[in-house]
């Protein structure tokens, strides 16, 4: 199951980076700043979206080994990121 768990981490990832890198070449082709904002903020979106995706699935694995209060700090340290970068 953690192999599993890891696996669909990493996928995760991969898409998410290669929306970035597709996000790019559009950028470039497309050649306007305003339309290169719009997509921007459309990806402001998935980024966070990614972290809480990933984050879930890796305290999901460790959940079974971990004490509750352990994992009551995990997922306040997720919190806390999330809140300190948000604009």
């Known amino acids: ?12 990832r991969v898409i998410s980076g ?6 790019a070449f559009i950028f470039l082709r497309v050649g306007r700043v305003d339309s290169a904002l719009r997509l921007n903020a459309m990806l ?18 460790v959940a079974v080994r971990l004490p509750w209060y352990k994992i009551v700090m995990i997922v306040l340290g997720i919190c806390l990121v999330l809140g300190g970068t948000k604009g």
């Open 1 to 12: 199951m953690e192999q599993a768990i890891l696996k669909n981490m990493a996928a995760i």
């Open 18 to 23: 290669v929306l970035e890198i597709a996000a």
């Open 44 to 61: 402001g979106l998935v980024g966070p979206l990614v972290f809480i995706a990933v984050s879930a699935l890796g305290i999901a694995a």
